[in-house]
C-alpha cells in the first residue's frame, strides 16, 4: 500500500542509524516533517542534509524523562504538532550469557533505554495527540520479545516489556484517534546485529524459516504502514516481521 506523510510530524528516537535512519529518511521523502532524536547529533548531520526545511535534529537521552519531555516540546514548537512517534532507539545489552551470569547493571541498562525510553517518550507525545484526536505511535519490538532469545536475557525481557506496553496502551487511547502498536522483527541487517558475537546471530537466524534476515528497508516499509493513516482500525497488536518464525 502507498503511504503518504504529507504535512504530518514524525518523531523517530534512534535516528541516526540503522533502522531509525532507514525509517527517517522514508518519511522524509514521502513529505512529513521529522524530529529526529539521537544522542549522536553529529551524527544525524552527516546523515540528513536534503530536507533542512523538514528536519529537527536533538540530542536526546531517552533515559532522561526530562529531556525528551524538552525534546518533544522542541519539536512542537518548529513545526506545531505531532502526529507519529517511532521508538527505534534500543540496545542488546550482553549477549551469550546465561542468566546467572548476567550482570545487574546491563540489565538496567538495557531496560532504561529498550523499555522506559519508549515510556518517556509516548508518555510526552500522547497529550499533544489528544488534544488533536488524532497520532500514531510504533514501539519497535523484537521476536525476542516474544520468544526470548538464549543468552539475551536483558534484551529479551525488555521488548517483551514494550510488546506489553503495547498492548495497554492500545487498549487505553483505542476510543480517541490514536493508534498505538509494535513490531518484532526478528534478525535484520542492522550496526546492531553486526556488533554481536556470530554464535548468537547463528543462532536467532537458524530460527527463521526463510533462513535469512530481513532488510532495512523490509522493516521501514512494514514500520511506515503501521504508522500511516490507512492503518487505522489496528491497535495494541505486535506486527510480524519474522521470516516466518513468529508462532503467534
Given at each position: 500500500?502507498?503511504?503518504n506523510f504529507s504535512a504530518q510530524v514524525a518523531i523517530i528516537t534512534g535516528a541516526a542509524s540503522g533502522?531509525?535512519?532507514?525509517?527517517?529518511?522514508?518519511?522524509?521523502?514521502?513529505?512529513?516533517?521529522?524530529?529526529?532524536?539521537?544522542?549522536?547529533?553529529?551524527?544525524?548531520?552527516?546523515?540528513?542534509?536534503?530536507?533542512?526545511?523538514?528536519?529537527?535534529?536533538?540530542?536526546?537521552?531517552?533515559?532522561?524523562?526530562?529531556?525528551?519531555?524538552?525534546?518533544?516540546?522542541?519539536?512542537?514548537?518548529?513545526?506545531?504538532?505531532?502526529?507519529?512517534?517511532?521508538?527505534?532507539?534500543?540496545?542488546?545489552?550482553?549477549?551469550?550469557?546465561?542468566?546467572?551470569?548476567?550482570?545487574?547493571?546491563?540489565?538496567?541498562?538495557?531496560?532504561?533505554?529498550?523499555?522506559?525510553?519508549?515510556?518517556?517518550?509516548?508518555?510526552?507525545?500522547?497529550?499533544?495527540?489528544?488534544?488533536?484526536?488524532?497520532?500514531?505511535?510504533?514501539?519497535?519490538?523484537?521476536?525476542?520479545?516474544?520468544?526470548?532469545?538464549?543468552?539475551?536475557?536483558?534484551?529479551?525481557?525488555?521488548?517483551?516489556?514494550?510488546?506489553?506496553?503495547?498492548?495497554?496502551?492500545?487498549?487505553?487511547?483505542?476510543?480517541?484517534?490514536?493508534?498505538?502498536?509494535?513490531?518484532?522483527?526478528?534478525?535484520?541487517?542492522?550496526?546492531?546485529?553486526?556488533?554481536?558475537?556470530?554464535?548468537?546471530?547463528?543462532?536467532?537466524?537458524?530460527?527463521?524459516?526463510?533462513?535469512?534476515?530481513?532488510?532495512?528497508?523490509?522493516?521501514?516499509?512494514?514500520?511506515?504502514?503501521?504508522?500511516?493513516?490507512?492503518?487505522?482500525?489496528?491497535?495494541?497488536?505486535?506486527?510480524?516481521?519474522?521470516?516466518?518464525?513468529?508462532?503467534?
Amino acid at each position: 500500500m502507498q503511504t503518504n506523510f504529507s504535512a504530518q510530524v514524525a518523531i523517530i528516537t534512534g535516528a541516526a542509524s540503522g533502522l531509525g535512519l532507514v525509517i527517517a529518511h522514508k518519511l522524509l521523502n514521502e513529505g512529513a516533517f521529522v524530529g529526529l532524536f539521537d544522542l549522536n547529533i553529529t551524527a544525524l548531520r552527516e546523515e540528513f542534509t536534503g530536507h533542512p526545511d523538514k528536519e529537527e535534529f536533538v540530542s536526546v537521552d531517552v533515559t532522561d524523562e526530562e529531556m525528551v519531555g524538552k525534546a518533544v516540546k522542541q519539536i512542537i514548537a518548529r513545526f506545531g504538532k505531532v502526529d507519529i512517534l517511532i521508538n527505534c532507539a534500543g540496545i542488546t545489552g550482553a549477549t551469550n550469557v546465561k542468566s546467572h551470569e548476567v550482570d545487574t547493571d546491563n540489565i538496567r541498562k538495557v531496560f532504561d533505554i529498550n523499555f522506559m525510553g519508549s515510556f518517556f517518550t509516548s508518555k510526552a507525545v500522547l497529550p499533544y495527540m489528544l488534544a488533536n484526536r488524532y497520532g500514531r505511535i510504533l514501539h519497535i519490538a523484537s521476536i525476542a520479545g516474544k520468544e526470548g532469545n538464549a543468552g539475551m536475557l536483558a534484551y529479551s525481557a525488555s521488548k517483551a516489556a514494550v510488546i506489553g506496553m503495547a498492548k495497554v496502551q492500545g487498549k487505553e487511547y483505542a476510543e480517541t484517534g490514536i493508534t498505538i502498536n509494535a513490531l518484532a522483527p526478528a534478525v535484520i541487517e542492522t550496526p546492531l546485529v553486526h556488533a554481536m558475537p556470530e554464535t548468537q546471530v547463528k543462532y536467532m537466524t537458524d530460527r527463521i524459516p526463510m533462513r535469512r534476515c530481513g532488510t532495512l528497508e523490509e522493516a521501514a516499509n512494514m514500520a511506515a504502514f503501521i504508522v500511516s493513516a490507512e492503518n487505522s482500525f489496528t491497535t495494541g497488536f505486535t506486527f510480524d516481521l519474522s521470516g516466518g518464525r513468529a508462532t503467534y
